[in-house]
């Protein structure tokens, strides 16, 4: 985008009148009014969603009841979405299955890659910790330290800048699995996803990706960049709904060994309706399935994958990226230009490489206050304590005249100081 035209409206519509991407905005249902900036937090509602849940429970369950299981493809829906999902995280059919929730898959996968590291060095082995990220989403932190303590590992949290120093300094020979989130849920800060995977690997450790906040956001390329395990949320940028399946890889190097994961359950039994006492890991990824999967959860889940798979005929994730860096630079450029003065600084990297698809401002005062001024302007972005004003760009439904909407509000409230009205200082239970 040209400088000399960054601030008006019509440079925005005419980006808008060339966006290859466009189309793809029609397969969602958004409210009229409202510029949505937290499908990185819960996608919006495909417009498809709603009938194929209808037909999931009236005809599928209602009328067909128990033989959908097998007639209605249900058993099988993990796998399928799974397949679907590869496609966006650079992995290959039969490597990611569609279940649980992120939390539980970095449960079983991060166990798996311990125990993948004590088969191979022996018990008595230096190789002892986890390293992560001390600001890593918080449900990663316990899973780890929850694991670290059943299996006397150590789970060592530190810097940002300090993680290539784990890999490669004097602690590197201790190190047994590397887990990161490749964008960060507060910054939208993203790692060099091969540089530290093939780090690690030198170092002898394994590496865990939490893509939460990159499927169906940025490229990711998994086999690629030879990583060994990878989780991933499917209610984001897979805008699959509240509370949807999550994703789980594991390369096919893991896979070969028939790993036993911890919560072994009768749907990654190789013969569940054998019903043999003895457990017997499932062929592939389907091993880490546990319990009984939701249809309609799954169902919900793959209308959004859909969706995301759809920017295929558009140039695909390439095309999605392209548009994601222009929007979250126009944002930041946006607010700089527009919003100075009023203490807003910026927390997501500047260098594209560097960035997911999300811009965080901070503020000393009234963060919190002003997210909700926005709201009740129909901007809609999230709040993340301390101080930090989170704005998610989804290429698939937005528009580049709503981030100039988006901003010329920002520097409404700003400017108005309505942010200062009591109901906008109310907590919610969920920012
Ligand atoms: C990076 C990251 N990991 C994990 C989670 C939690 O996922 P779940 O609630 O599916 O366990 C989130 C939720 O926002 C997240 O941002």
Redesign the pocket.
């Given at each position: 985008m040209n400088k000399n035209n960054l601030a008006t409206r019509d440079a925005c519509a005419a980006l808008d009148a060339a966006d290859p991407l466009a189309p793809l905005r029609d397969q969602f249902d958004l409210p009229p009014g409202v510029i949505y900036l937290d499908g990185n937090?819960l996608g919006a509602l495909p417009k498809a969603t709603a009938d194929r849940v209808q037909d999931v429970v009236r005809r599928e369950w209602g009328r067909d009841l128990i033989q959908s299981w097998n007639t209605a493809g249900w058993i099988d829906a993990p796998q399928r979405i799974g397949d679907k999902i590869a496609r966006l995280v650079g992995a290959a059919p039969g490597e990611v299955i569609a279940a649980d929730?992120?939390?539980?898959?970095?449960y079983k996968v991060l166990s798996v890659a311990l125990a993948a590291v004590r088969a191979r060095d022996g018990a008595d082995s230096r190789r002892r910790v986890i390293v992560s990220e001390r600001d890593?989403?918080p449900?990663?932190l316990y899973i780890a330290e929850s694991l670290a303590r059943q299996h006397g590992f150590t789970l060592r949290l530190v810097e940002t800048d300090a993680i290539a120093a784990q890999l490669t300094g004097p602690a590197a020979d201790e190190l047994a699995v590397l887990l990161l989130?490749h964008v960060?849920?507060r910054t939208g800060r993203m790692h060099p996803m091969a540089e530290l995977t093939a780090a690690a690997h030198a170092a002898g450790a394994l590496v865990v990706w939490?893509l939460?906040?990159s499927a169906g956001a940025v490229p990711v390329d998994l086999n690629g960049c030879g990583a060994d395990f990878a989780?991933?949320?499917?209610?984001?940028y897979l805008n699959g709904g509240p509370?949807a399946p999550?994703f789980l890889w594991c390369h096919a190097r893991h896979l070969a060994q028939a790993v036993w994961q911890p919560l072994a359950g009768w749907m990654g039994h190789a013969a569940p309706f054998a019903f043999t006492p003895a457990y017997q890991p499932a062929a592939g990824v389907k091993a880490f399935l546990c319990g009984t999967p939701s249809p309609i959860g799954l169902a919900a889940l793959e209308c959004g994958v859909d969706t995301v798979l759809a920017a295929e005929a558009h140039g695909g994730m390439a095309a999605v990226r392209a548009k994601s860096l222009a929007m979250t630079a126009l944002f930041r450029q946006l607010v700089e230009t527009r919003c100075a003065g009023h203490g807003l600084t910026l927390h997501t990297p500047v260098d594209p490489a560097e960035r997911g698809s999300q811009v965080s401002l901070h503020r000393e005062e009234g963060a919190y206050a002003i997210v909700q001024a926005l709201i009740a302007r129909g901007v809609v972005g999230d709040y993340r304590a301390p101080g930090i004003l989170r704005f998610g760009f989804t290429p698939l439904t937005l528009r580049f005249v709503e981030v100039w909407d988006a901003v010329e509000h920002l520097r409404q409230v700003l400017d108005s100081g309505e942010w200062r009205e009591g109901r906008f200082h109310q907590r919610a239970a969920v920012t």
């Open positions: 937090s929730s992120t939390s539980v898959n970095l890593n989403f449900t990663d989130t960060h849920y939490d939460a906040h989780i991933g949320c499917g209610y984001k509370g999550a």
